[in-house]
Nanobody, 132 residues
Framework: QAQLEESGGGSVQEGGALRLSCAAS????????MGWFRQAPGKEREGVAA????????YYVDSVKGRVTISIDNAKSTVYLQMNSLKPEDTAMYYC?????????????????????????WGQGTQVTVSS
């Protein structure tokens, strides 16, 4: 059974750090990209970062560049999101996502790694709360 299981969320003070983990199971050989999205109350789901599995190339939304690093452990089929210098505006539910689309199908998105429709598997989410 295909599954994404997130962990690592929590509550921190502004300036703190968290590392989110997402372990994939049941379909790991088919995954060609993984990403992290977040959704705050009353806001749309936003792409935070993504990593393409064949190349290892990473992408970030401007608001987290320099503070966040996405990485993947292919042996463990686990993607990580290291978040440093956290700000109150980072508070949201964070979701892990994965896609089994082929590299050609992914290319058809024109670099829009942040498009939720690119991903066909989603985790249940983990809450991140940053207090000032």
């Amino acid at each position: 059974q295909a599954q994404l299981e997130e962990s690592g969320g929590g509550s921190v003070q502004e300036g703190g750090a968290l590392r989110l983990s997402c372990a994939a199971s049941g379909f790991t050989l088919s995954i060609n990209a993984m990403g992290w999205f977040r959704q705050a109350p009353g806001k749309e789901r936003e792409g935070v970062a993504a990593i393409y599995r064949p190349s290892g190339r990473a992408y970030y939304v401007d608001s987290v560049k320099g503070r966040v690093t996405i990485s993947i452990d292919n042996a463990k089929s686990t993607v990580y999101l290291q978040m440093n210098s956290l700000k109150p505006e980072d508070t949201a539910m964070y979701y892990c996502a994965a896609t089994t689309l082929s590299p050609g199908q992914i290319s058809a998105y024109g670099g829009k790694w942040y498009s939720p429709t690119l991903y066909n598997y989603w985790g249940q989410g983990t809450q991140v709360t940053v207090s000032s």
